[in-house]
C-alpha cells in the first residue's frame, strides 16, 4: 500500500491490514510493531495464520503511541503501557458519552 492509497483508504473496524500496512499508517517501523504483540500489546486479528492481519481499530492508539514513542523516547514495554491506557481512556470515554446519551436533557 503506497503512502497517497493508505492516507485515502476508507477504514472501518472490520478492514483489516497487513502488518506491512499498519507500519506504513501508523509510522511505527515493523520491528517495534513485532515488539508490541510480542508484549501482548498489540494483538493480530490471525495469530496463528503466515501473514498476520490486524484490525484498522488500532490505527489511532498506535498513531498516538508513535508520538509519544518519539517525544518521549520510550522503549517497547512503556509503549506497550502507553497503548493499555491509551485503549483504556477511550473505552472510558465511550462509555461515558453512552451515559451521557442516556440522561435526558433539562430545558432552561
Keep these: 500500500m503506497t503512502a497517497e492509497a493508505a492516507e485515502s483508504a476508507w477504514m472501518n473496524e472490520h478492514t483489516e491490514l497487513t502488518l506491512e500496512d499498519l507500519a506504513t499508517l501508523s509510522g511505527l517501523p515493523e520491528a517495534i510493531l513485532c515488539e508490541l504483540v510480542d508484549c501482548g500489546a498489540l494483538a493480530p486479528a490471525n495469530p496463528g495464520g503466515m501473514q498476520w492481519t490486524f484490525s484498522a481499530r488500532c490505527v ?10 518519539n517525544d518521549f523516547e520510550l522503549d517497547s514495554n512503556a509503549l506497550a503501557l502507553a497503548m493499555s491506557l491509551l485503549e483504556r481512556i477511550h473505552e472510558l470515554e465511550s462509555q461515558l458519552h453512552a451515559v451521557r446519551a442516556q440522561i435526558p436533557r433539562r430545558f432552561a
Excluded: E, H, I, Q
Design 60 to 69: 489511532v492508539t498506535l498513531r498516538s503511541a508513535g508520538r509519544l514513542r
